[in-house]
């Protein structure tokens, strides 16, 4: 302990004892505590410098004084025993919320994804890192350049990085595509505005197939259970389909031959051909050719 310990008092329990100990010299304890006699309430506390809010502050007061008490003796006797007793026991409490703050983000209710943890879980890399930077480098100057009308370049772009494209497709519209390797397209398919094909895994479009302004395939997603390790699951989309405004189809998703989207839905699970689906999650809402004199269902991009 130092030679010399100076000890200022902010919202003690009792004013009457510290007048009465207002300067003592504590040999025994090898420290000295003085007071000013002016009794300032407004004087900072011990714990002033460290940080914690005043309640902590105060605790550590508390304590302190307790401790001197122990050392110089008490005049008023073993009553303040009960006093001390109970400060110390507020202090052990406080630090035992404290403790289980800190814990909480490791209970159930409260478990919080360490993200930097997460791994590439079954995606397999099929090009290396100097083919995916030429591949970047293309897709965002003429794949997805609004300034490149030319369907024609488009495909030779695709075909040349691995991805098999049939004929008659109409590529006019600035698009995304990930991984053309991992893309087969078929004959005759339409791509609207924005799409955004996100294929790390495979992803397979048949024939006659028309996919609407800003909508979203994706071949991966996390983990979210557990790691967020990334998992890769093929989609096929067969002959026929067309994938409305804005649609989001998720990985390991197989919809069938002249199935319908609707605007804005989000495909969860696989479709059966022929149908008409809409919703988040998507729904089932009629079958597509059904005869004549069935209500129609209108879009944003027309009747249905």
């Not at 007071?35 to 304590?63: C, H, K, Q, V």
């Amino acid at each position: 302990m130092p030679a010399s310990l100076v000890f200022t008092f902010d919202n003690f329990p009792d004013r009457n004892v510290m007048n009465e100990f207002a300067f003592l010299r504590m040999q025994d304890a090898g420290c000295r505590m003085q007071y000013d006699g002016l009794f300032r309430a407004a004087m900072p506390g011990i714990a002033e410098s460290a940080a914690g809010p005043p309640s902590e502050r105060r605790n550590m007061d508390t304590e302190a004084y307790a401790d001197c008490l122990d050392v110089v003796g008490d005049p008023r006797g073993a009553g303040r025993d009960s006093s001390r007793e109970a400060n110390r026991e507020g202090n052990r409490e406080s630090s035992r919320e404290s403790s289980r703050d800190a814990s909480r983000d490791s209970t159930p209710g409260h478990r919080v994804i360490d993200l930097t943890r997460a791994g590439k879980g079954n995606y397999v890399r099929r090009r290396s890192l100097l083919v995916e930077a030429a591949w970047f480098l293309v897709e965002a100057g003429i794949i997805n350049n609004k300034l490149n009308p030319f369907s024609g370049l488009r495909v030779a772009l695709l075909r040349l990085f691995g991805a098999r494209v049939g004929q008659h497709c109409r590529l006019v519209h600035p698009l995304r595509v990930k991984s053309p390797w991992n893309l087969e397209v078929g004959d005759g398919c339409w791509f609207g505005v924005d799409v955004w094909i996100y294929n790390q895994a495979s992803i397979r479009i048949g024939s006659n197939v028309c996919i609407s302004q800003g909508s979203f395939l994706t071949a991966g997603s996390h983990d979210l259970d557990s790691n967020m390790d990334l998992h890769v699951a093929p989609i096929v989309i067969e002959d026929g389909v067309w994938i409305t405004s804005k649609c989001v189809i998720q990985k390991g998703i197989t919809i069938g031959r002249s199935a319908v989207v609707t605007p804005l839905s989000v495909v969860h699970h696989s479709l059966e051909a022929e149908g008409i689906y809409g919703g988040n999650p998507c729904r089932f809402i009629r079958k597509r050719f059904d005869p004549p004199g069935h209500a129609a269902i209108t879009t944003p991009s027309g009747t249905l």
